[in-house]
């Protein structure tokens, strides 16, 4: 599989970027701007190959030793440059796996490549440091600066670099992309995607994590049991559910279930409904439901996650929230 057909999205701006390369006028130094997780990594990996590849058309063709290589982080003239001593990029970082580095000829390739993920985290002295590099690169030498916000950067280094702009992808795109390249059941695909926000990083991070989809299961399975279990057991719920305290997706999980609840109720069969297989009870519980009661119970969350923030013990917002669900849905 060729590294660019991994990638989704921002198909614009990889044509521009990649012809570029084809043409032989790729800039020396580019900022590759974009959200966490919106595939800046993917997106230079897949450019340092076609700028590799032995057959020298600026294409990857992902079989010679210098695109295999690169896909296994081997590549002897290919850096990711990373911090050392703290965790940003410092001066000496730049000054030892940039400046210095990039005064020997490359070792096989056509190029010596540097990426530098969180570039926009990088020191002003580490910025400073690099400039002359900036300034005069020798002709094989290539800077790829990954950034979330490139106005972080000194303009100084900013008026060398290009910026190109990824954009967050669409749930289809990611769940897609976790279809076609990680072989995730399509249901699980659009449910990551979702939470993901368009992020593949992200949704690869959840894929990795199994808390997370065990969360996930254990949730959606209890708010379908709330309206018909007896308050001790919700209770228990509530003191089992704090564990859930460091998941960044916890309440967004819950709000989605109550959005999806009204969804289903609303516009039955929607294709936008995340939870497909929970279709089917979604619109058992939705037909015993007003949408007044669906979206005082979608309240409850918001106050429960509000009083989280708050620092309210998180065991008694739990509480009070299965609670007042439990009251609102009462059949
Ligand atoms: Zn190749």
Not at 24 to 40: E, M, V
Request: net charge positive; glycine share 8%; with cysteine.
């Amino acid at each position: 599989m060729n590294q660019m057909d991994a990638m989704r999205g921002n198909e614009a701006l990889r044509r521009r970027m990649f012809s570029a390369v084809r043409q032989g006028r790729f800039p020396h130094a580019c900022i590759l701007q974009g959200a966490k997780g919106s595939g800046k990594g993917l997106l230079a990996l897949a450019l340092a190959r076609a700028l590799q590849c032995e057959t020298g058309q600026g294409v990857s063709c992902g079989t010679c030793v210098s695109c295999r290589t690169i896909e296994s982080g081997n590549h002897p003239d290919v850096f990711w440059v990373e911090p050392t001593k703290t965790k940003v990029l410092g001066v000496e970082d730049i000054r030892q796996q940039v400046v210095q580095e990039v005064s020997i000829k490359p070792y096989s390739g056509r190029y010596k490549i540097f990426v530098l993920p969180e570039a926009d985290q990088m020191t002003p002295a580490a910025q400073n440091a690099f400039l002359k590099t900036l300034e005069e690169p020798p002709a094989y030498g290539v800077f790829l600066l990954l950034a979330e916000q490139a106005a972080s950067l000194l303009p100084t280094v900013r008026s060398r670099c290009p910026v190109y702009g990824l954009k967050p992808l669409s749930q289809g795109e990611v769940a897609s992309f976790l279809m076609e390249e990680k072989g995730v059941p399509a249901q699980q695909a659009h449910l990551l995607g979702e939470y993901a926000a368009g992020a593949i990083g992200k949704a690869l991070q959840l894929l990795e994590d199994d808390s997370f989809l065990a969360m996930q299961q254990d949730v959606t399975e209890k708010l379908f049991l709330l309206p018909k279990t007896n308050t001790a057991t919700v209770l228990g719920w509530a003191a089992g559910w704090t564990a859930y305290k460091q998941q960044p997706l916890f309440w967004e999980l819950l709000l989605l279930f109550y959005r999806d609840l009204l969804l289903e109720q609303q516009l039955p069969q929607s294709k936008f409904l995340m939870e497909k297989e929970k279709r089917s009870q979604m619109a058992a519980l939705g037909r015993q439901l007003t949408p007044g009661q669906i979206r005082r119970s979608a309240d409850a969350v918001w106050t429960a996650k509000k009083q989280a923030a708050q620092n309210v013990n998180l065991q008694l917002a739990l509480e009070e929230m299965l609670l007042t669900i439990k009251g609102e849905q009462h059949v």
